[in-house]
């Protein structure tokens, strides 16, 4: 895969405090790529050295587009950043505008593209009105809107679901995926493990400035998310924790969550239960990103 961006070894140190260590991933064309990590990870800090915002103290990011000469080719990037905040006092429609003119963008396409996302994000109407009278999720939008409006080959989403209604989370989500479709390479940063799970390709996890895992989102899971067996059910006395390859159940008497250990065979499982409960509903999935993110954070696992 072609990359758009690389981080290459970055650092950076504020007050003495290294909060950003040796990090490096790519983002490839056409892909979302996952940044996590607990608070204070160091999320924002690699994001706004790639927006040229804050300079690192060692290390090179390079961006792989076309025509600029650039050095942050911020008229193909679009960011939303973390802290949120639009002129207040000034039209949805003007701020749009002006910001699209700074990334010298057809003003008569942005116009038609305004009017277009502001029916498909509920916004019809309010291009007149400022911005100190939208709502904060409105407001959310309308900076949305400012970071995808001129096609940005890049997108640089920095916890874009923060604040929002899950209504809205819908609507930024199924944006995101069409933007991906239509050929949008996309950096996002969020603690929603349950959307980067349905939204990325790959992820890096960060934690204390450090990376702690990073790669394809299915080759994560499998490497690190154990298989979990749900099952509704009559239990004739089987002693599920007696086997040697589960490591915990939960539930009550109807419905047990089995936890299995590390390379568990589902099979075994599968032929030496069979016998003993009567099953009415059973599934098998791996457990989700959450558990793995909270186990990280926990110190569960540890930085390679
Ligand atoms: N301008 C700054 N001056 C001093 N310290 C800073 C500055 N910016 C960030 N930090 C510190 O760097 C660390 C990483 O912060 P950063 O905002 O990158 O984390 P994050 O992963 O984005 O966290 P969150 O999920 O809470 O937004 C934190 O300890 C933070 O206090």
Redesign the pocket.
Known sequence: MEPILSVEGISKK??G?K??DDISFQVDKGEIMGIL????????????SIMGI?YPDSGSIKFNIKNTSKIVPIEKIGYLP?ERGLYKNVKVMDVLMYLVDLKNYPKTRAKKRMYEYLEKFDLKGKEKAKIEELSKGMAQKVQFMASILHEPELLIL??PFSGLDPVSQDVFREEIIELAKAGTSILL?S?QMNLVEALCNRIFL?NK?KKVIYGGLNEIKESYANFKCTINGVFNGLDLLALPYVDKVEGDESKKIIYFKPNASINTFINEISQNIEVNELHIDRISLHDIFVGIAKGGISNE
């Open positions: 504020f007050g405090t909060v950003v990590g607990p608070n204070g990870a160091g999320k924002s800090t690699t994001i706004r804050i973390e920095d916890e940063s603690h960060i400035g």
